[in-house]
């Protein structure tokens, strides 16, 4: 696997400060601390992953380019808002929140279940930098967006595949948990601790709150997903689990999940609020 495009295929020069929309920059700017951060979860899944040197060169690989993300995304915040710094932003975020480097198994019980978390992570980003691409009207973030969007796709491809060559074959109810359990864990602390480490500043007074801030995130995140894009999260995360994306009960499950997705949205912005 090797690197798909650098900062230097970006077209900064287009960059249009009049169709920035305040409430994606404040998303934007959390995203890029969570993918500027992939260096730690290098370090976690290489432990994990501690006796296969054949799966570590693919994570390093990996994280080079979630960071590569990070920066693309830190530039284009930068040049949206000349008050935003993002070395700075991080450094507040990783005095907040920091993975645990030193565990030796992970936390999701197997390397398997592992596996599934990260094809969830990847199913997640890959629909939502979609999403930012068809919403933002901005031209250097829509060319952000598309690139990262197609590396997402690559990477639940890569963890997928992965996960294939395993000894391990866990049940595709084990996998469902495990995949259950990482999608609710969207309104955790790394998300919630990223926005609030990105959009306030250590003089302002601001004071870390978890629920808030997970909250003012998905409210302006959330938002941006239209059916179509729920959809494809819906079918990457199926196959990770060994259903059929377009059978019987993902049809059925589809919609029921567009409407939870509506009202997780409008309970996020009236916390918000």
Known sequence: MSARWSLDDIKWDAFDGSKVDPDLLKAVKAAAMVEYNATDYVTYLCNVFDDRPDIQKLIVQWGDEEVQHGAALGRWCEMADPGFTMEAAF???????????????????????????????????????TAIKEATQEPVLKQIAQKIAADEWAHYKLFLDTLGSLDEKPSMLEKA?????????????????????ANTTAGDGAVYDRKKYAAAYEARALVLYQRQHTNSLINMIAKAIGLAPHGRIMKALKPVVWKVWQRRQRKA???AA
Do not use: M, Q
């Open 269 to 271: 912005a009236a916390i």
């Open 91 to 129: 450094e507040r975020f990783l005095d907040i929140y920091r993975i645990p480097l030193d565990a030796e198994e992970s936390v999701r019980g197997s390397r398997a279940g592992e596996l599934v978390a990260r094809c969830v992570v990847e199913s997640g980003t890959s629909s939502f930098y």
């Open 177 to 197: 948990k495990v995949a259950l359990l990482r999608v609710n864990e969207a309104d955790d602390d790394e998300l919630a601790s990223a926005y609030f480490a």
